[in-house]
């Protein structure tokens, strides 16, 4: 046998065994991605393909049998609806109101909750209990309670001497009315995130600062409210986007009325549906959708921006 031969013959084992090589590493680098694969298909079964089939329809006339193609039509009639600009502003209004109140009360709850107070069990579960009811189970509850005469909040009011106002019947307090009972509703999630911000906060940090002699506003402005950051970040985020999306409880309580006082652009939406403009209202869609995000986005990053700088 010549040396080229035998050369030739311990090649081969050896190209084997580095094709085997590479091919174990390959795996060994794909096999984690298969754990996306159940997430990746979710994501595009149930966003993916929606976000983009809606931005179609929205630049269509469509029904459940055919469709046309009209362009930009859709979103110019829907632009020019009567009641846009002021559904618009609630919609806003709205957002922020809920944001801030749940940021707030959200906040102060988180840290009454994980302070040292008697039957803390007991008052975390009755502040989370509205987070699991169902919302329009709870619009229809304070519909009822809410009523100008025989409603309980005003029939309580009135045997302290104090006449109650018209809380869903008065366009000026209608909106703000529904807006107080999402925040009812939502601030329990917002404590238990901070409560989780609280509770994550090294202890250190505070016996360094007792030893130090400092009080409890400045612990808490020093200490607390920085390295809770996170925690806030995330309730504005959420609380934002489910305000800015809102219309469960809005329309089991108002359906956007007295008049249009508390429509907000996810009502108007819902109202061209039943009316049986599906392209108009598709296009709503896209519009409501890009509202969320020319809001939502900036106010992430800046957010996040801020957080990197701490």
């Known amino acids: 046998?010549?040396?080229?031969?035998?050369?030739?013959?311990?090649?081969?084992?050896?190209?084997?065994?580095?094709?085997?090589?590479?091919?174990?590493?390959?795996?060994?680098?794909?096999?984690?991605?298969?754990?996306?694969?159940?997430?990746?298909?979710?994501?595009?079964?149930?966003?993916?393909?929606?976000?983009?089939?809606?931005?179609?329809?929205?630049?269509?006339?469509?029904?459940?049998?055919?469709?046309?193609?009209?362009?930009?039509?859709?979103?110019?009639?829907?632009?020019?609806?009567?009641?846009?600009?002021?559904?618009?502003?609630?919609?806003?209004?709205?957002?922020?109101?809920?944001?801030?109140?749940?940021?707030?009360?959200?906040?102060?709850?988180?840290?009454?909750?994980?302070?040292?107070?008697?039957?803390?069990?007991?008052?975390?579960?009755?502040?989370?209990?509205?987070?699991?009811?169902?919302?329009?189970?709870?619009?229809?509850?304070?519909?009822?309670?809410?009523?100008?005469?025989?409603?309980l909040i005003n029939t309580a009011l009135a045997v302290v001497g104090v006449e109650g106002p018209k809380w869903l019947a008065d366009p000026q307090l209608a909106l703000i009315s529904v807006a107080l009972v999402d925040i009812w509703k939502g601030v329990g999630l917002a404590t238990v995130i901070y409560m989780a911000g609280i509770v994550a906060v090294p202890a250190e940090y505070y016996e360094a600062a007792r030893v130090d002699g400092a009080g409890a506003w400045s612990t808490f402005r020093r200490i607390t409210l920085p390295l809770i950051r996170p925690a806030t970040f995330t309730v504005i985020t959420l609380s934002l986007i489910g305000g800015l999306r809102s219309f469960d409880l809005i329309w089991a309580m108002t359906s956007g009325g007295p008049g249009f006082a508390s429509d907000v652009i996810a009502s108007v939406v819902y109202k061209q549906y039943q009316a049986g403009f599906y392209g108009l209202s598709t296009a709503g869609n896209v519009v409501m959708f890009l509202v969320v995000m020319l809001i939502v986005v900036p106010l992430n990053y800046f957010m996040r921006k801020a957080e990197v700088d701490q």
Not at 12 to 35: I, M, Q, T
Not at 108 to 114: E, I, K, N, R
Not at 121 to 141: A, E, Q
């Open 1 to 151: 046998m010549t040396a080229a031969v035998r050369t030739e013959l311990r090649a081969v084992p050896a190209e084997r065994e580095n094709g085997e090589r590479r091919r174990s590493n390959y795996l060994a680098k794909a096999y984690p991605l298969w754990y996306y694969l159940p997430a990746g298909l979710l994501f595009l079964v149930f966003f993916a393909i929606p976000t983009f089939a809606s931005f179609f329809f929205s630049l269509t006339r469509w029904s459940l049998f055919d469709w046309e193609f009209i362009g930009f039509e859709n979103f110019r009639q829907f632009l020019s609806e009567p009641q846009l600009i002021g559904s618009l502003r609630n919609t806003v209004v709205y957002a922020f109101l809920t944001s801030g109140a749940k940021v707030v009360l959200g906040m102060a709850l988180g840290l009454l909750l994980t302070s040292q107070i008697r039957a803390r069990g007991l008052l975390r579960s009755l502040v989370f209990f509205p987070v699991l009811v169902s919302t329009i189970g709870v619009g229809v509850m304070f519909t009822t309670m809410m009523h100008p005469s025989d409603g």
